[in-house]
């Protein structure tokens, strides 16, 4: 049985003093891997973000995607469509070198999954939620103002997924009103039967600045 396990997740959430503003965007997300003990799904997806100030330095982000995965076996066919909503609290802080910050982000995560198995005759379908939280911190590299270098190193604590969770990325505001990103993101989790998951995401993205 196909379990429930997944963070795509979704925003470029470091951000310099420049980009502490508010924002909304669009995310495309072009490869969306799933293992599981040895099974392994791929597929694509999308989603939507808003990054919203409450000071200077900090903010509260909200973000939902979807992605479908799914593969082709010998004798079944396995789909995993998942949404996921997180709302957080973040901000940014200086840390001596003009072009270096840090970064933190708490956030609410609820997941909601639909999965399908289908053999010769039969067909399996079922839906799991998990729902937790999550904790994120690390650095933001400016070489200039118009581009953000970006690493975090995270832990997830939901239902039934405990690990850690690994993000870089690129982000470059082309203008004041619009911004473009890249980013990887890595879940390392284990359930609490011992089950070993590991999610990977590429994500691409666009954002309006006001």
């Given at each position: 049985?196909?379990?429930?396990?997944?963070?795509?997740?979704?925003?470029?959430?470091a951000s310099t003093a420049s980009f502490a503003d508010n924002k909304i965007g669009l995310i495309y997300i072009p490869s969306a891997e799933y293992e599981e003990?040895?099974?392994?799904?791929?597929?694509?997806?999308?989603?939507?973000?808003?990054?919203?100030?409450?000071?200077?330095?900090?903010?509260?982000?909200?973000?939902?995607?979807?992605?479908?995965?799914?593969?082709?076996f010998s004798n079944a066919t396995v789909t995993a469509d998942i949404e996921q909503i997180r709302v957080g609290?973040?901000?940014?802080?200086?840390?001596?070198?003009?072009?270096?910050?840090?970064?933190?982000?708490?956030?609410?995560?609820?997941?909601?999954?639909?999965?399908?198995?289908?053999?010769?005759?039969?067909?399996?379908?079922?839906?799991?939620?998990?729902?937790?939280?999550?904790?994120?911190?690390?650095?933001?590299?400016?070489?200039?103002?118009?581009?953000?270098?970006?690493?975090?190193?995270?832990?997830?604590?939901?239902?039934?997924?405990?690990?850690?969770?690994?993000?870089?990325?690129?982000?470059?505001?082309?203008?004041?009103?619009?911004?473009?990103?890249?980013?990887?993101?890595?879940?390392?989790?284990?359930?609490?039967?011992?089950?070993?998951?590991?999610?990977?995401?590429?994500?691409?993205?666009?954002?309006?600045?006001?």
């Open positions: 049985m196909l379990k429930k396990i997944t963070i795509t997740a979704a925003l470029a959430l003990d040895g099974l392994e799904l791929d597929g694509d997806g999308f989603g939507v973000l808003g990054q919203f100030s409450v000071s200077s330095n900090n903010y509260i982000t909200v973000e939902y995607s979807a992605t479908e995965q799914d593969e082709q609290f973040g901000g940014t802080f200086p840390i001596g070198n003009p072009q270096l910050s840090g970064v933190f982000q708490a956030e609410f995560i609820s997941i909601d999954f639909d999965y399908e198995i289908i053999q010769p005759g039969f067909t399996e379908t079922d839906n799991e939620s998990e729902s937790g939280l999550g904790g994120h911190a690390g650095l933001i590299y400016s070489p200039n103002p118009q581009v953000d270098l970006y690493g975090q190193i995270g832990y997830l604590s939901l239902d039934e997924l405990d690990g850690p969770e690994f993000k870089v990325g690129v982000r470059i505001k082309t203008n004041e009103q619009f911004s473009v990103f890249a980013n990887y993101r890595a879940s390392r989790l284990e359930a609490d039967f011992d089950q070993d998951v590991d999610v990977n995401d590429i994500r691409l993205g666009a954002a309006i600045h006001f």
